[in-house]
């Protein structure tokens, strides 16, 4: 798994539990969010859902933000976390891992 050092998967709670599940970290080097897809992923959410725009509380734009995501296709994601840029770090590493889209 992917992780940048921030401080829940370097909580201790968090490495045991990862540990128990055979997940493997591999961490990301610290202020590199270029680096993160998924950091891609919520800077596109907040320009698209957050910006210029007043929830009522946060558990309405919690659910907002979910529905945006969980509404986008496959592809969308994708391109949105500029994994299917020609220039995304991992691309030789994943086409292994991923089905065409």
């Not at 949105?80 to 994943?94: E, I, Q, R, T, Y």
Request: hydrophobic share 45%; with cysteine.
């Amino acid at each position: 798994m992917l992780l940048d050092c921030v401080s829940c998967p370097v909580a201790a709670k968090s490495q045991e539990l990862a540990a128990q599940l055979g997940i493997v970290s591999v961490w990301l080097p610290k202020q590199c969010s270029e680096l993160n897809a998924m950091d891609h992923l919520w800077r596109e959410m907040k320009r698209h859902l957050c910006a210029n725009r007043q929830f009522k509380d946060i558990d309405v734009q919690a659910a907002y933000s979910e529905r945006w995501v969980l509404g986008l296709s496959r592809r969308a994601a994708l391109r949105k976390a500029g994994v299917l840029s020609k220039n995304f770090w991992l691309k030789d590493f994943l086409q292994n891992f991923w089905l065409p889209t």
